[in-house]
């Protein structure tokens, strides 16, 4: 029974909906059943999978990289080695002939030095190409090959000369000119012919079209690696340590030394190398006049100040250390303004601040600087052939 407003009186039965409304209520759709545990296992199992994914691809990648890290540092070792950049590689070139033998051009066989008699009737000069203050160099032509003819140009210095001819003998190698032939009382030298001339013209050659392709960093830099090559074969010369006293300025030192047609280097005037002997207490001093200016070492210079007068006799002498001493300003010069010679000399910073030390007891030998322009170049090169390898590892 319902009272007043319709509220269902207290313990009265209540009829159900469809029985007062004669409609049938439709029964209600199954709830689908949803397996909790199997949605689980398959969520875990894709999981899994990108995690396997992800941890399977980056050691693939590592191998693969340090495949080609082990394949580049081989090829390196390859290319360092036919530029001649180990330092194993032994002073004595394998295609020079014995002693007092020489090899040119086409010629398999080796033939001795040229005599007095055979330069005198089959050497023909065709120009002079170069006048220094010992001798004069004539292009000249033996059995249809380009020679160079050397000859005294100043009487008053025949023992330079003779010296030079000397150390052409003695020092034969692949850092030294190639000797043809001579004439000792003729006063003259025949030397295998260079077309491209000494270091100073390296800069205009280069500008060239012929040459620009080789006008980069790395051959720059091994240009400074054959000069520094050459600096310590003179030091540990099989006559001893030799000082290259012609080196007074930057341009001396630039027309010492010849430019091949495969851009080496090579030494081409001996005249002036005095050997240092320290166990004998034997020091050099390069010539006889005062020297001025920064580019020759400190103890190269009269130590007295200007108020005493400079007197060759009471000049100290020095060893081969004024060498090192100059062995920056020489390399700069090889490393020119081209793209990546500043990142060179980045790296050669603190070998060169050590040559330029005062105290010449302090400078690195010819054998560390060149030992250090080694490995400088081989990291460069490794740097450059793969420049992310740093980041990726």
Known sequence: MQGRGGSTL??????????????EEPEPEPVPVVNVEDS???????????ELLRREIPPVLLVLLLLAVLLLNFLLYLHLNNFS????????????????????????NCSPWLSCETIN??????KCVGEGAVKK????????????????ANSELKEDFLHGLKMMKSLQSKYVVRLLGYCEKQFTILTQYHPLGSLKSLNEMLDLPRYKGLNTWHRRFMLAIDYVSIIHYLHNSPLGTLVMCDSNNLDKVLSQYLLTSDFHVLVNDLDALPLVNKSAGR????????????????????????????????????????????????????LGHVEGSDIVRFHLFDIHAACKKKNPAERPSAQKVMDT???????????????????ML
């Not at 689980?40 to 990108?50: A, C, F, G, S, T």
């Not at 002498?317 to 300003?329: A, V």
């Open 137 to 152: 160099v004539f292009l000249s032509e033996w059995k249809e090959n380009k020679v160079s003819l050397s000859q005294l």
């Open 10 to 23: 207290p313990g009265a039965a209540q009829t159900p909906a469809h029985l007062l409304t004669g409609r």
């Open 283 to 334: 020091l050099v001093k390069c010539g006889h006049r005062e020297l001025q200016g920064e580019f020759v070492a400190p103890e190269q210079l009269w130590p007295y100040g200007e108020e005493v007068p400079f007197e060759d006799d009471l000049m100290p002498p020095y060893d081969e250390k004024t060498d090192i001493w100059k062995i920056p300003d020489v390399s700069n010069f090889f």
């Open 121 to 126: 009737t089959e050497v023909r000069k065709l």
């Open 85 to 108: 950049v180990t330092t194993r590689q032994p002073d004595v070139d394998s295609s020079l002939c014995p002693f007092g033998y020489f090899r040119l051009g086409p010629l398999k």
């Open 373 to 391: 322009y080694r490995k400088i170049l081989t990291l460069l090169l490794r740097e450059a052939a793969m420049p992310g390898t740093r980041e």
């Open 40 to 50: 689980n296992m398959d969520k875990k199992l894709h999981y899994v999978k990108e």
